[in-house]
């Protein structure tokens, strides 16, 4: 009974640790007004298939936490009094693609500069911060997935990136430019790349195309 709750308990992780960073929640995330701002710390992230991610925070002024912060009320500096903020289609630009998410720094692009591509012709900048990937949802339980997670021509990461407008925003690699200083051109920033969209059939064609299984088959037991 332990080892099948062990199981069950690394199976599924909703929730996620977040590196500790003090944040600032637009009040109107709990009912307040939209122009106000709460000293709180990031705590950890939850996902729901189909949802933007809820963030955690610790709140300063209550010692109280809130887990039901949505990303486009999570600032990483408190920005004036008249800022427009950024309405959360803009800010998390695809919902979560399963309940079951991990976390990771791309360690060799941490905090580069980075140019957003929100649509519609707004172009936004930042800095990347962190990621974070859905996973088949209870993985290895015996339970099927009925998600995207698993289809590469629908699976996204979430990346992070700190607005300079003081706002998170969500965004998968295909809208993003990583902008290392020391070796991105401006023509490479411009450049549109003419990458296919991944597809499961052709992966598939690509496995069934090798004459064997990877490795040598006479070593088979």
Known sequence: MGDACERKRKGRMR???LPKARVYVRKDAWGGP???WEKAWLVSVRALRNRPLCFQVWVDDYAACYDKVP???????EPESEHKPLP?????????????IELFVKAQLQDVPMVVNMGGGKIAQG???FTLDCMPEKQGLGYMDVGDSELLEEHKEMNVVKLTNGQIAVYPNNRLKWCPMSLVTE?????????????NAQWDDWWLDSEELLGDADWAY
Do not use: R, T
Not at 71 to 77: G, L, N, Q, S, T
């Open 34 to 36: 939209d122009n106000e």
């Open 127 to 129: 800095h990347y911060w």
């Open 15 to 17: 929730n996620v640790n």
């Open 187 to 199: 023509d490479a920033i411009k450049k549109i790349p003419d990458w296919k969209v991944a597809e």
């Open 71 to 77: 990303p486009h009320c999570i600032y990483w500096f």
């Open 88 to 100: 959360l289609h803009k800010i998390q630009m695809w919902e979560c693609l399963s309940g079951d």
